[in-house]
């Protein structure tokens, strides 16, 4: 009896010593019952949800190496303060404009534009446009229209604040022709012949969408 218990003992040794051994070559533990293994993180390119880019700046008198430039400090006084974002996902594109300090209870047309700002207002060139117009000035509805363009009009508040979003499929990120953001004296125009008019520029933003 001595033997034999002696023999079953060592055996049961044995085998847990070889199932020891077999966990630590299995190059980790076995996830706890109720739990999964670590994941790694999905790539972007399943959410396709990119950073959002912001452009935050105070208006001023154009001069060298600014970013938000008043030409009408009557209308866009300086010290007035615009905030910009542009977000992407999944093919689609968000825009948000945030103003605080220009005149109270008006309305303001505005849009994204092909140049930089310069020391005047023209200097920021046309509208962006998707689809191109091959007739220049656009002002067919065909192509000057809130779809094609990105409009972001906005009527300020008692204080001078305003605000506005604009949704679409704008390919900012294979195109080099979004460069500004312009404010106009008016809401833009729909009609033909004046589509996306919106009479004078009174401010541009140097933005990146």
């Known amino acids: ?32 019952p109720g739990q999964q293994s670590p994941q790694p993180p999905a790539s972007q390119e399943h959410g396709q949800h990119a950073a959002a880019k912001q452009t935050s700046a105070t208006f001023e008198p154009y001069k060298e190496g600014a970013t938000a430039i008043t030409y009408d400090p009557a209308q866009v006084p300086p010290g007035a303060h615009i905030d910009l974002s542009s ?39 046309p509208h962006f446009q998707e689809k191109a117009d091959p007739v220049k000035p656009s002002v067919d509805p065909a ?7 990105v409009w972001l009009d906005f009527h300020t508040d008692a204080a001078g604040n305003g605000m506005a979003t604009a949704e679409g499929t704008w390919s900012f990120d294979s195109r080099q022709d979004a460069k500004s953001f312009v404010i106009h004296a008016s809401h833009t125009h729909t009609e033909p012949g004046k589509a996306g008019t919106a009479g004078d520029r009174l401010a541009c933003t140097n933005a990146t969408f």
């Open 87 to 125: 977000e992407r996902a999944n093919g689609h594109t968000k825009i948000t404009v945030k103003v605080e300090g220009l005149q109270p209870n008006r309305d303001y047309g505005a849009h994204v534009h092909t140049k930089p700002c310069g020391p005047k207002g023209d200097d920021a060139g």
């Open 1 to 32: 009896m001595l033997h034999q218990r002696t023999r079953l003992t060592g055996s049961m040794f044995g085998l847990c010593t070889a199932a020891a051994l077999l966990a630590g070559c299995g190059g980790g533990q076995a996830p706890a």
């Open 143 to 149: 192509y000057a229209n809130p779809q094609n363009e």
